[in-house]
Protein backbone atom coordinates (compact mmCIF):
# COMPACT_ATOMS: atom_id res chain seq x y z
CA UNK A 1 0.00 0.00 0.00
CA UNK A 2 2.78 2.54 1.01
CA UNK A 3 4.83 1.78 -2.62
CA UNK A 4 1.49 2.52 -4.75
CA UNK A 5 0.68 5.67 -1.89
CA UNK A 6 4.35 6.81 -3.20
CA UNK A 7 4.16 5.72 -6.76
CA UNK A 8 0.85 8.16 -6.87
CA UNK A 9 2.82 10.66 -5.18
CA UNK A 10 5.88 10.62 -7.62
CA UNK A 11 3.39 10.82 -10.34
CA UNK A 12 1.61 13.43 -9.39
CA UNK A 13 4.87 15.51 -8.82
CA UNK A 14 5.82 14.68 -12.39
CA UNK A 15 2.71 15.89 -13.85
CA UNK A 16 3.38 19.24 -11.58
CA UNK A 17 6.04 19.59 -12.60
CA UNK A 18 5.37 18.92 -16.26
CA UNK A 19 2.60 21.11 -15.97
CA UNK A 20 4.59 24.11 -14.84
CA UNK A 21 7.48 23.41 -17.34
CA UNK A 22 5.39 23.97 -20.28
CA UNK A 23 4.08 27.91 -19.09
CA UNK A 24 7.85 28.49 -18.73
CA UNK A 25 9.03 27.41 -22.07
CA UNK A 26 6.43 29.51 -23.79
CA UNK A 27 7.23 32.06 -21.71
CA UNK A 28 10.81 32.17 -22.54
CA UNK A 29 9.94 31.55 -26.60
CA UNK A 30 7.62 34.65 -26.14
CA UNK A 31 9.90 36.66 -24.56
CA UNK A 32 12.32 37.06 -27.32
CA UNK A 33 9.27 38.99 -29.38
CA UNK A 34 8.86 41.32 -26.16
CA UNK A 35 9.77 45.09 -25.10
CA UNK A 36 9.37 45.87 -28.81
CA UNK A 37 12.21 42.94 -29.86
CA UNK A 38 8.73 41.87 -32.93
CA UNK A 39 8.66 45.13 -34.20
CA UNK A 40 12.75 45.02 -34.65
CA UNK A 41 12.51 41.91 -36.66
CA UNK A 42 9.91 43.38 -38.87
CA UNK A 43 12.56 46.13 -39.27
CA UNK A 44 15.05 43.31 -40.25
CA UNK A 45 12.39 41.76 -42.60
CA UNK A 46 11.81 45.19 -44.60
CA UNK A 47 15.44 45.63 -45.00
CA UNK A 48 15.78 42.89 -46.30
CA UNK A 49 12.98 42.64 -48.65
CA UNK A 50 13.74 46.69 -49.59
CA UNK A 51 17.38 45.42 -49.94
CA UNK A 52 16.54 42.10 -52.83
CA UNK A 53 14.50 44.27 -54.85
CA UNK A 54 16.72 47.03 -55.20
CA UNK A 55 20.33 45.23 -55.19
CA UNK A 56 19.38 44.51 -59.09
CA UNK A 57 21.08 48.28 -59.87
CA UNK A 58 23.75 49.23 -61.33
CA UNK A 59 25.21 46.07 -62.67
CA UNK A 60 28.19 43.76 -61.17
CA UNK A 61 30.91 45.68 -59.05
CA UNK A 62 34.30 44.58 -60.31
CA UNK A 63 35.58 42.30 -56.87
CA UNK A 64 31.88 40.45 -57.00
CA UNK A 65 33.96 39.26 -59.99
CA UNK A 66 36.50 37.68 -58.62
CA UNK A 67 34.51 36.29 -55.92
CA UNK A 68 32.26 34.40 -58.32
CA UNK A 69 35.33 32.86 -59.94
CA UNK A 70 36.76 31.59 -56.47
CA UNK A 71 33.67 30.32 -56.07
CA UNK A 72 33.67 28.43 -58.95
CA UNK A 73 36.95 27.03 -57.82
CA UNK A 74 36.33 25.95 -54.17
CA UNK A 75 39.72 26.16 -51.73
CA UNK A 76 40.60 26.05 -48.40
CA UNK A 77 41.68 29.50 -48.79
CA UNK A 78 43.55 32.21 -51.02
CA UNK A 79 45.67 34.71 -51.99
CA UNK A 80 43.46 37.75 -51.09
CA UNK A 81 40.87 36.57 -49.18
CA UNK A 82 39.68 33.53 -46.71
CA UNK A 83 36.90 30.81 -47.99
CA UNK A 84 33.79 31.54 -46.28
CA UNK A 85 32.57 34.42 -49.15
CA UNK A 86 33.08 31.99 -52.01
CA UNK A 87 32.28 28.95 -50.91
CA UNK A 88 28.48 30.92 -49.76
CA UNK A 89 28.50 32.33 -53.34
CA UNK A 90 28.75 29.36 -54.83
CA UNK A 91 26.19 27.66 -52.93
CA UNK A 92 23.95 30.94 -53.48
CA UNK A 93 24.58 30.64 -57.14
CA UNK A 94 23.83 27.06 -56.51
CA UNK A 95 20.54 27.26 -55.68
CA UNK A 96 19.49 31.16 -56.76
CA UNK A 97 21.29 31.01 -60.08
CA UNK A 98 23.43 34.12 -61.32
CA UNK A 99 21.43 37.08 -61.23
CA UNK A 100 22.35 40.19 -58.96
CA UNK A 101 19.75 39.18 -56.79
CA UNK A 102 21.28 35.60 -55.50
CA UNK A 103 24.62 37.12 -55.69
CA UNK A 104 23.93 39.74 -53.67
CA UNK A 105 20.97 37.61 -50.76
CA UNK A 106 23.91 36.86 -48.52
CA UNK A 107 25.16 40.71 -48.03
CA UNK A 108 21.23 41.51 -47.46
CA UNK A 109 20.92 39.22 -45.13
CA UNK A 110 23.97 39.70 -43.23
CA UNK A 111 22.70 43.35 -43.05
CA UNK A 112 19.38 42.42 -41.87
CA UNK A 113 20.84 39.93 -38.80
CA UNK A 114 22.23 42.87 -38.01
CA UNK A 115 19.70 44.93 -36.95
CA UNK A 116 18.74 42.25 -34.59
CA UNK A 117 21.51 41.49 -33.31
CA UNK A 118 22.06 45.24 -32.28
CA UNK A 119 18.92 45.57 -30.69
CA UNK A 120 19.48 42.12 -28.71
CA UNK A 121 22.72 43.59 -27.26
CA UNK A 122 20.58 47.38 -26.39
CA UNK A 123 18.00 44.57 -24.40
CA UNK A 124 20.44 43.02 -22.86
CA UNK A 125 22.31 45.66 -21.16
CA UNK A 126 18.76 46.38 -20.09
CA UNK A 127 17.27 48.71 -22.58
CA UNK A 128 13.36 48.72 -23.11
CA UNK A 129 11.26 49.56 -25.95
CA UNK A 130 12.63 52.44 -26.72
CA UNK A 131 16.10 52.04 -26.68
CA UNK A 132 15.63 48.36 -28.77
CA UNK A 133 13.95 50.81 -31.64
CA UNK A 134 16.36 53.00 -31.55
CA UNK A 135 19.18 50.62 -31.87
CA UNK A 136 17.52 48.94 -34.30
CA UNK A 137 16.76 51.77 -36.61
CA UNK A 138 20.39 53.13 -36.24
CA UNK A 139 21.82 50.10 -37.46
CA UNK A 140 19.40 50.38 -39.82
CA UNK A 141 20.07 53.38 -41.86
CA UNK A 142 23.87 53.65 -41.37
CA UNK A 143 25.39 54.30 -44.38
CA UNK A 144 28.58 51.76 -43.82
CA UNK A 145 25.85 49.14 -43.06
CA UNK A 146 23.42 49.86 -46.22
CA UNK A 147 26.81 49.46 -48.31
CA UNK A 148 27.77 46.13 -46.86
CA UNK A 149 24.11 45.17 -48.03
CA UNK A 150 24.14 46.25 -51.59
CA UNK A 151 27.34 45.09 -52.75
CA UNK A 152 28.95 41.74 -51.78
CA UNK A 153 32.14 41.61 -50.22
CA UNK A 154 34.46 39.99 -47.50
CA UNK A 155 33.15 43.01 -45.50
CA UNK A 156 30.11 42.27 -45.27
CA UNK A 157 30.11 39.72 -42.28
CA UNK A 158 32.71 41.73 -40.32
CA UNK A 159 30.08 43.43 -38.40
CA UNK A 160 27.91 40.05 -37.59
CA UNK A 161 30.80 38.50 -36.56
CA UNK A 162 32.19 41.36 -34.27
CA UNK A 163 28.62 41.60 -33.03
CA UNK A 164 28.06 38.22 -31.92
CA UNK A 165 31.63 38.32 -30.37
CA UNK A 166 29.92 41.52 -28.00
CA UNK A 167 26.61 39.61 -27.45
CA UNK A 168 28.67 36.51 -26.08
CA UNK A 169 30.72 38.41 -24.16
CA UNK A 170 27.94 40.50 -22.68
CA UNK A 171 25.89 37.06 -21.93
CA UNK A 172 28.93 36.05 -20.13
CA UNK A 173 29.71 38.65 -17.93
CA UNK A 174 25.74 39.66 -17.58
CA UNK A 175 24.70 36.26 -16.38
CA UNK A 176 28.12 35.18 -14.88
CA UNK A 177 27.68 32.11 -17.46
CA UNK A 178 31.06 30.44 -18.47
CA UNK A 179 28.91 28.65 -20.96
CA UNK A 180 28.71 31.49 -22.74
CA UNK A 181 32.37 31.81 -24.01
CA UNK A 182 31.70 27.88 -25.66
CA UNK A 183 29.20 30.21 -28.43
CA UNK A 184 32.08 32.93 -28.71
CA UNK A 185 32.61 33.05 -32.13
CA UNK A 186 36.28 33.87 -32.02
CA UNK A 187 37.13 30.60 -30.39
CA UNK A 188 35.39 28.45 -33.43
CA UNK A 189 37.00 30.98 -35.52
CA UNK A 190 40.41 30.19 -34.09
CA UNK A 191 39.66 26.63 -34.18
CA UNK A 192 39.10 26.91 -37.86
CA UNK A 193 42.06 29.08 -38.33
CA UNK A 194 43.95 25.89 -36.70
CA UNK A 195 42.71 23.69 -38.47
CA UNK A 196 43.17 25.31 -41.79
CA UNK A 197 46.59 25.86 -40.97
CA UNK A 198 46.78 22.40 -40.46
CA UNK A 199 46.10 20.90 -43.77
CA UNK A 200 49.15 23.14 -45.71
CA UNK A 201 51.30 26.38 -45.50
CA UNK A 202 49.15 29.36 -45.89
CA UNK A 203 48.04 30.44 -49.39
Known amino acids: MKRFQSACVSTDAQMNITAESAPALENE ?3 FLADGMLIVVLFAVANFLLHLY ?3 RYGYFRDEFDYISCGDHLAWGYVDQPPLIPFLIHICRALLGDSLRSIRFIPALAS ?3 IVQTAAIA ?4 GRRYALLLSAVCALIAPQYLSNGSLLGTTCLEPNLWMG ?3 FAILAIQR ?3 RYWLGHPTRWSTIL ?3 W ?3 GPWP
Open 197 to 199: RAR
Open 123 to 126: RELG
Open 29 to 31: RAS
Open 193 to 195: ALV
Open 54 to 56: FNN
Open 176 to 178: NGP
Open 112 to 114: SML
Open 165 to 167: CAY
